[in-house]
């Protein structure tokens, strides 16, 4: 449960971003074609769960779908 309480702190959501970010380049300018896009779709899933603050992970291992750190209230 140790990585799963990682993807739920501060810097498991920031790792959440820049691999969506990374899944995107990559899919958009390294592959590119139908595959590409595939992977950059693929991309989209752990940005907005970066960028919303919910780990897919979490419930499956009892941690909880919303991240642990949250600022601002």
């Known amino acids: 449960m140790g990585f799963v309480?990682?993807?739920?702190?501060?810097?498991?959501r920031l790792t959440r971003i820049l691999a969506g970010i990374v899944l995107i380049v990559v899919g958009?300018?390294?592959v590119g074609g139908i595959g590409g896009v595939v992977l950059a779709v693929v991309g989209l899933v752990p940005l907005a769960a970066g960028?919303?603050?919910f780990c897919l992970l979490g419930p499956l291992f009892g941690v909880g779908l919303r991240g642990g750190s949250r600022t601002g209230g």
Request: net charge neutral; hydrophobic share 65%; proline share 0%.
């Open 28 to 30: 958009l300018a390294v």
């Open 51 to 53: 960028v919303f603050n």
């Open 5 to 12: 309480g990682f993807m739920s702190s501060a810097a498991g």
